[in-house]
Structure formats: structure tokens, C-alpha cells
Antibody
Framework: QVQLVESGGGVVQPGTSLGLSCAASGFTFTKYDMHWVRQAPGKGLEWVAAVDYAGRTTYYVDSVKGRFTISRDNSKNTLYLQMNSLRAEDTSVYFC??????????????WGQGTLVTVSS | EIVMTQSPATLSVSSGERVTLSCRASQSVSSNLAWYQQKPGQAPRLLIYDASTRATGIPARFSGSGSGTEFTLTISSLQSEDFAIYYCQQYNNWPPYTFGQGTKLEIK
């Protein structure tokens, strides 16, 4: 079955960087768009970024544009999120989510367990 | 950006009751609407996609309806394991993909 396992979360200071990874298995990784979705403590879900199945096209929510970079390595079945210039408001659990297809009309049919990123001085 | 609005924010219900949750989009999203269930400390789980199609393994007591801007999720007979937060999400216009703020089902 589909497995998505995030890693890389932790406590960092404002203005610093952190990289997240998501190891995927149980499906043909190269056929699906992939996404990051976050959830601040006690809050709702917020979509953060997406990358197409080939790794050529990316999209971001406005609040992270220019600071976060989503990428994927299809040879390693791994999704990444590089987060720079982190702010307190980026504090969240970050979920890796599998898109339902490769045409951007994506709902999220599988999710990882999430990794907590805390930005605090 | 399409804004998704869910109502009510919290619903106090008893096991066995029929419940209906609402989700409204600020503009038409056709039938490109999904529902998720999230329990404390867990990742969201897909329940419904394309407004009315149950995801794999989802019990028949969950049903979705609607199109355009008005959508509902109905649980025909609430079970103890259904107490959770429910989110709707549109995938018709991106970026961004947007979620509602959630409806919490709590035990009366």
C-alpha cells in the first residue's frame, strides 16, 4: 500500500533554513503530482506547494513564494521541501501528500504522518 | 483565490444521529471538491472526492453531494469513531488549492 514518510523537522531559529524529505513507496511515484500541506498548532489545513510528476512545474502558496522550494528525485522516490528565511508563522506540522493524478486537478489521496517544524528564538 | 467556508464550526451530536456538514465555495468549483476526516494527532484521511465519490474503504454511511458552490457531507448514522474534524477542499482552481476551516463533530 501507499506509504509516505516525512523526515527533517525540528526546532530552528527565525531566518534560518531547514529541509524536509518524504520517502514514497507502494505506488508508481513518477506518475503523480506531489504536494506539501501544513497545519499550524490547533489550526486548519493549508496547502503549501506542489510539483508535477516530472519535476518540471511547481506551484506555491503566496506566503512561501521566494522562500520555499519544492522538488523531487524520481530516481529515489523522494519529495523535498527546502525552507529558507523561516518565520515564526511557518511553525506547523508539514504533511507530504500524494496527488490523485498528474493533471493538477488533485485531491490528496494519501498522506504521510507529518513532521513538526518549530520556528522560535 | 477560492475561499471555502464550512458550517457549522462545531456540531454537538449523539451516536446514531444523522448529521449534515456544509461547505460553500466563493465561486464555482464544479464537482472538484473533496472531504477529509482528521482525528487528533493523525494525518487527514480522504473520504469523498469529485463531490460524491467515496474513497476506497470508506463506509457507506458517508455520502457527499452538491456541485458549483454548495456541497454537503452526510453521515447517515454517527458511530463513535466518526467524532473528528472534517475539512472540504477544492481542486478546481489552483494555485492555491484551498481548504475550508473545518467542522468539528463532538459528542453531545
Amino acid at each position: 500500500q501507499v506509504q509516505l514518510v516525512e523526515s527533517g523537522g525540528g526546532v530552528v531559529q527565525p531566518g534560518t533554513s531547514l529541509g524536509l524529505s518524504c520517502a514514497a513507496s507502494g505506488f508508481t511515484f513518477t506518475k503523480y503530482d506531489m504536494h506539501w500541506v501544513r497545519q499550524a498548532p490547533g489550526k486548519g489545513l493549508e496547502w503549501v506547494a506542489a510539483v508535477d510528476y516530472a519535476g518540471r512545474t511547481t506551484y506555491y502558496v503566496d506566503s512561501v513564494k521566494g522562500r520555499f522550494t519544492i522538488s523531487r528525485d524520481n530516481s529515489k522516490n523522494t519529495l523535498y521541501l527546502q525552507m529558507n528565511s523561516l518565520r515564526a508563522e511557518d511553525t506547523s506540522v508539514y504533511f507530504c501528500a500524494k496527488g490523485s493524478g498528474n493533471d493538477w486537478y488533485d485531491y490528496f489521496d494519501s498522506w504521510g504522518q507529518g513532521t513538526l517544524v518549530t520556528v522560535s528564538s | 483565490e477560492i475561499v471555502m467556508t464550512q458550517s457549522p464550526a462545531t456540531l454537538s451530536v449523539s451516536s446514531g444521529e444523522r448529521v449534515t456538514l456544509s461547505c460553500r465555495a466563493s465561486q464555482s468549483v464544479s464537482s472538484n471538491l473533496a472531504w477529509y476526516q482528521q482525528k487528533p494527532g493523525q494525518a487527514p484521511r480522504l473520504l469523498i472526492y469529485d463531490a460524491s465519490t467515496r474513497a476506497t474503504g470508506i463506509p457507506a454511511r458517508f455520502s457527499g453531494s452538491g456541485s458549483g458552490t454548495e456541497f454537503t457531507l452526510t453521515i447517515s448514522s454517527l458511530q463513535s469513531e466518526d467524532f473528528a474534524i472534517y475539512y472540504c477542499q477544492q481542486y478546481n482552481n489552483w494555485p492555491p488549492y484551498t481548504f475550508g476551516q473545518g467542522t468539528k463533530l463532538e459528542i453531545k
